[in-house]
């Protein structure tokens, strides 16, 4: 059990930056996989980065490679979606999400938990 929170989301020019946070409790930070997902109106939630089990390997949409990077801080319980050279087509909410499977990558099925979303708005 792993209660998720989001931050750090606003509004932001295009080929501006934002760090995401996402701060978890509950149970050991690094049995999970963590990730982050974005859903813009009228669309389906979609994989954005995720890591494995205790952050050794990271996974990227094609989208966003490149241009984002997922990182944790395992001693403060907390994951980060670097985001640079934002687009407007960035513009969503943002999900993180904890897999207790060694990589939950691409797949919104194979994450348990999932926090509240935090709004990313990027101008043109």
């Known amino acids: 059990q792993v209660h998720l929170v989001e931050s750090g989301g606003g509004l932001v020019q295009a080929g501006g930056s934002l760090r995401l946070s996402c701060a978890a409790s509950g149970r050991t930070f690094t049995t999970y996989a963590m990730g982050w997902f974005r859903q813009a109106p009228g669309k389906e939630r979609e994989f954005v980065a995720a890591?494995?089990?205790?952050?050794?390997?990271?996974y990227y949409a094609v989208a966003v490679k490149g241009r984002f990077t997922i990182s944790r801080d395992n001693a403060n319980n907390t994951v980060y979606l670097q985001m640079n050279n934002l687009k407007p087509e960035d513009t969503a909410v943002y999900y993180c999400a904890a897999s207790t499977l060694f990589s939950g990558n691409f797949s919104p099925s194979r994450y348990s938990y999932w926090g509240q979303g935090t709004q990313v708005t990027v101008s043109s």
């Open positions: 890591d494995n089990r205790g952050g050794g390997s990271t």
